[in-house]
Each structure stands twice: as structure tokens, then as C-alpha cells.
């Protein structure tokens, strides 16, 4: 019995499919005050990215919570 060669080319086409999800949750990762670089490996294993995508998509934005915390401050500076 010989041992299958598996050919490294056979991926190819699953890392075009990947590419475009783990550079989109590295973006949203940036944007939302979280880990690119953990989002971004944990992307390139194969549907965890649309799942990380959709976890990404429903956090809020850091720039949102910094001015949230702004207007909280100015709030209890009054009282």
C-alpha cells in the first residue's frame, strides 16, 4: 500500500474563499476596539469566519463606547 500524496495546490481554492472573511473581520476587529490579530487567525479556520463576522458585526463600536463614557462623565461631573 503506498502512502496518498496530497497536493499543498489543493487548498488554493479554499483560501480565496477564506481571504476576503478574515481581511473583513480584521477590519471590523480594528473598528469595534477588538483583537485583529485573534479574529483574523481565528477567521482562516473554515466557518468560524462567518460566525466571528456575524459576532463582530453585532458588537458595538469603540468610538460609540468612548463617547458614551464621555457623556456619562459630563453627566455625573453635574451632580
Given at each position: 500500500?503506498?502512502?496518498?500524496?496530497?497536493d499543498p495546490a489543493a487548498l488554493i481554492p479554499l483560501l480565496i474563499f477564506i481571504s476576503p472573511i478574515v481581511i473583513l473581520n480584521i477590519v471590523?476587529?480594528?473598528r469595534k476596539g477588538r483583537s485583529p490579530v485573534l479574529f483574523g487567525l481565528?477567521?482562516?479556520?473554515?466557518?468560524?469566519?462567518f460566525y466571528l463576522s456575524i459576532h463582530l458585526a453585532s458588537l458595538m463600536d469603540q468610538s460609540t463606547n468612548d463617547k458614551i463614557d464621555q457623556i456619562?462623565?459630563?453627566?455625573e461631573a453635574r451632580r
Open positions: 500500500m503506498q502512502p496518498e500524496h496530497h471590523i476587529a480594528k481565528f477567521s482562516l479556520i473554515p466557518f468560524v469566519g456619562l462623565h459630563l453627566l
